[in-house]
């Protein structure tokens, strides 16, 4: 049995919808019998993906839409043409994101762009889609697509990380909110991938390494934990067991319960303190 919201001639809108993870949420939720819109910057991108999914479902049933995420009278004209088409939206999927690499003193347009598509249009996305599916008091679905970069912040890719950790605090609090709305039967849920081989994460490499999962696998495992009711969808990956991602998150917010140096994990003086913390049962 899937979750209520994902049924037959429901409408599921994916942002980011075109490539990865979220034409794999796609072609799921087509296969499912729902009406899809997949929203993507890349218009070249978005044709490729209509035609991959008519072998899924019937034309009629697909929708695309040239969006960009980060600008909210885009987003604002994605409702709308969503509902002008297929009437309403039971599942939204706040997918869209880049990861082009990160400095800490590196061009502030870089870092705009980054914490603009990442985090706004999640914001965005949240804000503008969600009044109307609360107001239709049906069962419905709003899916934000974080990281696990969000949650440990390790170094290297800093602007990445704050957008992903603005991803998390924004989708906790949507939660709550919709939560204590009265009558409201929306759910918001966090996605926290591991390692998916995407254009994304593909760096160049043309074959997918031994410890990432497909993003076919990442939407799979969403799906049943979506079934099970979870917030945080805390995906493993083949290199990383769901046990040391548990650990490094515990010692990450250790830091702060601790008054450790910030990102001690990999801090030298700290080396053996956290390998005796992985070890322990």
Request: charged fraction near 20%; hydrophobic fraction near 45%; include cysteine.
């Amino acid at each position: 049995m899937s979750h209520p919201a994902i049924v037959k001639d429901n409408v599921a809108v994916i942002t980011g919808g075109a490539a990865g993870i979220g034409f794999a949420a796609a072609a799921a939720f087509a296969r499912a019998g729902m009406k899809v819109c997949i929203a993507d910057v890349d218009e070249a991108r978005l044709a490729e993906a209509a035609t991959k999914l008519s072998s899924v479902t019937s034309a009629a049933n697909v929708m695309t839409s040239a969006v960009d995420v980060s600008k909210i009278e885009s987003v604002t004209e994605l409702e709308r043409a969503v509902h002008e088409r297929f009437g309403r939206t039971d599942v939204l999927m706040n997918n869209a994101g880049i990861q082009p690499g990160s400095t800490l003193f590196d061009a502030p347009d870089n870092w705009q762009r980054i914490i603009a598509v990442n985090m706004w249009g999640i914001i965005n996305g949240s804000r503008i889609f969600a009044p109307n599916m609360i107001a239709r008091g049906k069962c419905g679905l709003i899916i934000n697509t974080g990281s696990k970069q969000g949650i440990t912040t390790p170094p290297g890719d800093p602007a990445y990380n704050v957008s992903k950790a603005g991803v998390k605090a924004f989708t906790e609090a949507l939660q709550h909110e919709l939560r204590n709305t009265k009558d409201c039967r929306v759910t918001a849920h966090l996605l926290i991938p591991g390692f998916v081989f995407t254009g994304l994460t593909a760096k160049g490499r043309t074959e997918k390494p031994a410890g990432a999962w497909t993003p076919e696998q990442t939407v799979d495992f969403m799906l049943a934990r979506l079934e099970a009711g979870d917030f945080y969808i805390l995906c493993p990956d083949n290199d990383v067991p769901r046990a040391l991602d548990e650990k490094r998150m515990l010692w990450a917010a250790g830091d702060i319960v601790e008054n450790r140096p910030p990102l001690s994990r990999w801090h030298p003086d700290y080396a053996d303190a956290f390998a005796k913390f992985v070890a322990q049962e």
